[in-house]
């Protein structure tokens, strides 16, 4: 993190995400706090992706860059806060189930505040990058024969029967933790929120804490409104909007490969109140932006992340901002920020498998030559 934070003394590094907004977190001088200075993520313009949503200019969408975080993914900004409460109370031991990124972030944060770490994550359902991640950490990985929701339900009844302290969103210092995603884009913005948010929806942890921030903003009178929030399921796991569990959920989006999400009301009530909608987008438009925005933004996240720009483009083209449009311009657009979740080296096999693979040549300039397809 070479970041630095512009004061009237000069400047000084990013602190990490706890000590940049202690005020608004449970922390108190007792609290020993464990970080790998995560958060400050870059929220970086895209104009292909605004110029796609409205060609007169009127739009401007930013993509908040959470892969940057240290181990990824923004599971970091939730991870800060429960290993640090867990130390405070005496904790030795976490535990999480996981579709790869908590799993990475626990591992990580246990081995910094050194503390013992078990992961469960669902057999053959998890992303090389981030098995590959808890197991460099030192976690103790056990592959659970069954999806996400067998292993969350098998971490429940771990807490109640064992001296571990859950780590996965349901502990409410996750969510703390999270919600200053949202103060740090307001920030970002020169003080203002978006009007609108693009995200996905998995556990919908991440939109449950983004509300929880733009409403404490909205409260403490930093900001005068909140944002729309949009959150995209993918088809194959889209229990919010069918409205009942999915038993067997199914996506190559394996972050958001979720059929009960813990967070299912909190996620229903940010809607609501904002305003906002929660649908769904497949995997196909998943995979499209994926490979879209690596190519024409020149950033990379895992396909997961993708679900919330693939649903902007979805929306967008239905004229869902229409409306919104009369009185914008391109010196004061409309802003829409999608979150990216997660990097993009996560999930390289997913990367290999969609673009096209390196040509084999000999060591000569006039072969190279020959194959090169220039301009
Ligand atoms: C965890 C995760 C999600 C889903 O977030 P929820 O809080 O479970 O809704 C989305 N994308 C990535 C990359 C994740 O790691």
Known sequence: MTTAIATAAGTRPWPGLIQAYRPHLPVSERTPIVTLHEGNTPLVPAPGLSRCIDPAGRVQVLLK????????????????????????????????????????????????????????????????????????????????????????????????????????????????????????????????????????VGNAGNITAYWLGYSEAAADGRVSRRPVMCGFQAAGANPIVRGAPVEKPETIATAIRIGNPASWKQAVAARDESGGIIEDVTDEEILEQYKWTARTEGLIAEPASLAGVAGLVKVAKRGFFEARLSGRSPSHPLRIVCILTGHGLKDPERAIKCATAPTTVPADLKEVAKRLRLG
């Open 65 to 200: 860059f959470d892969g940057a975080n240290p181990t990824g993914s923004f599971k970091d900004r939730g991870m800060t806060m429960a290993m640090s409460k867990a130390l405070e109370e005496g904790k030795r031991a976490v535990v999480c189930a996981s579709t790869g990124n908590t799993s990475a972030s626990a591992a990580a944060y246990a081995a910094r505040a050194g503390m013992q770490c078990v992961v469960l994550i669902p057999k053959g359902n998890i992303a090389l990058g981030k098995l590959s991640q808890a197991m460099l950490y030192g976690a103790e990985v056990f592959e659970v024969e069954g999806n996400f929701d067998d292993c969350l339900r098998l971490v429940v009844e771990m807490g109640e029967s064992l001296p571990v302290e859950i780590v996965n969103s349901i502990n409410p210092y996750r969510i703390q933790g999270q919600k200053t995603a949202a103060f740090e884009i307001i920030d970002q913005l020169g003080g203002e929120p978006p009007d609108f948010q693009f995200m996905p």
